[in-house]
């Protein structure tokens, strides 16, 4: 089966810019997360999707960060305006269910550059 | 705070030679899983663990468990250098990571 698709791989952008990632999770996947990862740390959840419902979205900037999952599926997760802090790895992860017990599949991730 | 931390930082060994890696946790857990992500990568999950089990093997992979300490540990055994990546524990529902350990094998 396809893995989890995220684009684009790489991102540089000047600070105050806007930036838009995204991510097609596996067919038939519930949820879907967006993971932070800034180097040399662990990821750190930003967002958690279950279907189209927002399950968890507690470490979100929501003065800065938004994302959406309209019809269930796919997913967008855009920074207006980006700090030079924004800059890490945006990796997108699904699984079948919201379970603790249920892997969760990575995608390549989104590797952003904040000049 | 992250909920789970790894120790040591970094390893570096000699191919065929044993890795162990230990992770800290600080509230009670279901379950602990541990991935692997190898340098510009996404991450793959290796093994996950439920909170009453104190040992599970996966291939070259054993993870232990002590609910106790709070910690488990990860043992590569007959390493290679395929296996140089980071690795790291995660707890809860929505993961939570700790900074990972990375693991160098040396041909």
């Known amino acids: 089966e396809a893995g989890v698709a995220q684009s684009p791989r790489y991102k540089i952008i000047e600070k105050r810019q806007s930036v838009a990632f995204w991510c097609n999770p596996i067919?038939?996947?519930?949820?879907l997360y967006w993971y932070q990862q800034i180097l040399g740390q662990g990821p750190k959840l930003l967002i958690q999707f279950q279907n189209n419902g927002v399950v968890d979205d507690s470490q979100l900037p929501k003065d800065r960060f938004s994302a959406e999952r309209l019809k269930g599926v796919d997913s967008t997760l855009k920074i207006q305006p980006a700090k030079l802090e924004d800059s890490a790895v945006y990796l997108c992860?699904?699984?079948?269910?919201?379970?603790?017990?249920?892997?969760?599949?990575f995608g390549p991730g989104t590797r952003l550059t904040v000049l | 705070s992250q909920q789970g931390e790894e120790d040591p930082q970094a390893l570096s060994i000699q191919e065929g030679e044993n890795a162990t890696m230990n992770c800290s946790y600080k509230?009670?857990?279901?379950?602990l899983q541990w991935y692997r992500q190898n340098s510009g990568r996404g991450l793959v999950h290796l093994i996950l663990?439920?909170?009453?089990?104190r040992e599970k093997h996966s291939g070259r992979l054993r993870v232990t468990l002590d609910t106790s300490k709070k910690s488990s540990s990860l043992l590569i055994t007959a390493s290679r250098a395929a296996d140089t990546a980071s690795y790291f524990c995660?707890?809860?529902?929505?993961?939570?990571f700790g900074s990972g350990t990375r693991l160098q094998v040396q041909p």
């Open positions: 995660a707890t809860g529902r929505a993961l939570t």
């Open positions: 509230t009670s857990i279901n379950n």
């Open positions: 992860a699904s699984s079948r269910t919201t379970s603790a017990e249920d892997t969760q599949y």
């Open positions: 663990i439920r909170s009453n089990e």
């Open positions: 067919s038939g996947h519930a949820t």
